[in-house]
């Protein structure tokens, strides 16, 4: 992160990706109750100021007519949404900074959620260090990719297949706990064992809120992504799904208070429960956020076209794709397809009947006729389509894919 964006286009993609791996770090620095990477997100947080301010300053030197002022106004409101996604990022990497307390139950729960976050220190003499990304295929050989690199004191976040891993290397993933045996052989890392839950008997008290925090998580994970793909798609209906899933986290973060609240009633050190609201609270602002990015599609408002172009340019690219009769994935579960695998794709949504299913489970069954909304790696696009039955073309003119159906 030394050599800083110099325009619009590129520091909005810059303050996206930053955002999305302050939160991947927050998170994963609670699960493994790890203060040196929670305190890394209050590092890039200081990254996360200064584009903020040069942001800012860009777009009010960009308008010059009264008419242009409309439009500036949706990026700044994006703005003020990524950095306030940054924010929760470190309200959840404080509860590791303040020793705010989190039941065990909770972290061992974490490890059940749609995505994990993980770290491992690339040993000399591994089977990694010294060579490229792109000889591992990561996301086929683990189900989990690489979002970034410290080298030292030195990020590196823009990984792709040439990227040399260097021993001593931390490389930070995101994406299904299955593949974390395999990427530590890989790495020469010491077995790891995940976090079990205490055998303390209090805490089935409080089950209920545990379970409903980790389904907070995916859902505020899902409505950022949402959001994201909102402002590229320019689709409305997502902006409107966006708002629900809002509605949806602010209800359960307040049942979760509530059962909170009967629980401290109980001979329980307060500690963790304090954990657990703080933690509810930064999931719940992470759905407002996302509800915020998304107002000016809900209001049918014109959305500058820099959204477009530089959300569309990140470090994944948000596909909508509807799923052919008689595709390979037709009929197919989601755990059976493993998306996640090959080509590296993370459903965000399901669509079937002018219904979504968010972050959806393995045992969701694609058919013919759902639409599927999914993030990924752009070289992984023409996998993802030809497995629902279409060949992705680009058209030259207008520059923008097209899917021709498959014999």
């Not at 590791?96 to 003499?125: F, M, N, Q, W, Y």
Request: one cysteine or more; proline letters at 4%; aromatic letters at 4%.
């Amino acid at each position: 992160m030394d050599e800083r964006p110099n325009n619009l286009r590129s520091m909005l993609a810059e303050a996206k990706n930053l955002s999305e791996l302050m939160v991947d770090l927050a998170y994963a620095s609670l699960y493994f109750n790890d203060s040196e990477m929670a305190l890394e997100v209050h590092e890039l947080e200081d990254e996360m100021n200064v584009l903020v301010h040069d942001m800012r300053e860009v777009c009010v030197l960009a308008v010059r007519r009264p008419r242009e002022a409309a439009g500036m106004s949706s990026v700044l409101q994006v703005v003020s949404a990524i950095e306030r996604i940054a924010n929760a990022a470190v309200a959840i990497s404080r509860i590791v900074t303040h020793k705010l307390g989190i039941p065990r139950e909770l972290v061992a729960d974490l490890s059940e959620a749609a995505e994990v976050s993980h770290r491992v220190l690339v040993s000399d003499g591994s089977h990694m260090a010294s060579r490229p990304v792109g000889d591992f295929e990561l996301p086929v050989a683990t189900g989990m990719r690489i979002f970034a690199v410290k080298r030292g004191r030195r990020w590196e976040t823009s990984i792709d297949g040439n990227f040399i891993m260097l021993p001593s290397d931390v490389l930070f993933l995101r994406g299904s706990p299955d593949g974390i045996s395999r990427l530590r052989e890989l790495a020469a890392a010491p077995v790891w064992q995940p976090p079990a839950p205490a055998e303390d008997l209090w805490i089935t008290d409080l089950d209920r809120a545990v379970d409903v925090l980790v389904e907070m998580k995916n859902l505020s994970e899902a409505a950022v992504g949402l959001a994201y793909s909102s402002l590229v798609l320019g689709n409305r209906v997502l902006a409107l799904e966006v708002q629900q899933l809002e509605r949806l986290l602010d209800e359960m973060h307040d049942r979760l208070e509530l059962w909170v609240l009967r629980a401290a009633k109980e001979d329980l050190d307060p500690a963790p429960l304090r954990g657990l609201l703080h933690l509810a609270n930064a999931a719940a602002d992470l759905g407002d956020q996302a509800r915020q990015m998304t107002w000016v599609v809900d209001q049918g408002e014109s959305v500058h076209p820099i959204l477009e172009l530089a959300l569309g340019e990140s470090d994944d690219v948000v596909v909508q794709f509807p799923v052919g009769n008689r595709a390979q994935a037709d009929g197919r579960s989601l755990a059976d397809l493993r998306l996640n695998l090959e080509p590296g794709f993370t459903v965000l949504a399901v669509r079937r009947a002018s219904r979504y299913q968010y972050r959806p489970g393995g045992r969701q069954v694609l058919l013919g006729g759902d639409e599927v909304i999914a993030s990924g790696p752009d070289e992984g696009r023409e996998h993802l389509a030809a497995l629902f039955g279409w060949q992705l073309l680009r058209d030259d003119e207008s520059g923008e894919d097209q899917l021709v159906a498959l014999d």
